[in-house]
């Protein structure tokens, strides 16, 4: 089974950039399909993105449509998270899931695998 390992959180202040990786071992990425997810405090973990095997299909939270995108890279096992126009509300633990499925999913009780999350603080 694959493992995760999330980076590139840190601290930007809002209207800002950030791209977070989430590097994989121990297994065949190209099996999975990736979604990343935010946990704020004292709030639900919410699905932020999802992208199929192939990188063809991706969703999006509403909330981050046009301001995200998801991409990965098979070649190198990494799946990605750009973030523009960071707004304080964006502020959480990122987390990146894996899914042992064709199939896209916004529902974090269907991926398989976790990473240990990285925080993203974005200040106003």
């Known amino acids: 089974q694959v493992q995760l390992a999330e980076s590139g959180g840190g601290l930007v202040q809002a209207g800002g950039s950030l791209r977070l990786s989430c590097a994989a071992s121990?297994?065949?990425?190209?099996?999975?399909?990736m979604g990343w997810f935010r946990q704020a405090p004292r709030k639900e973990r919410e699905f932020v993105a999802a992208?199929?095997?192939?990188?063809?299909?991706?969703v999006y939270t509403d909330s981050v449509k046009g301001r995200f995108t998801i991409s990965r890279d098979n070649a190198k096992n990494t799946a990605y998270l750009q973030m523009n126009s960071l707004e304080p509300e964006d502020t959480a633990v990122y987390y990146c899931?894996?899914?042992?499925?064709?199939?896209?999913?916004?529902?974090?009780?269907?991926?398989?695998?976790w990473g240990q999350g990285t925080q993203v603080t974005v200040s106003s």
């Open positions: 899931a894996a899914r042992f499925s064709h199939y896209t999913s916004g529902l974090p009780g269907q991926y398989d695998t």
């Open positions: 121990g297994g065949t990425f190209g099996d999975y399909t």
């Open positions: 992208i199929s095997r192939s990188g063809a299909r991706t």
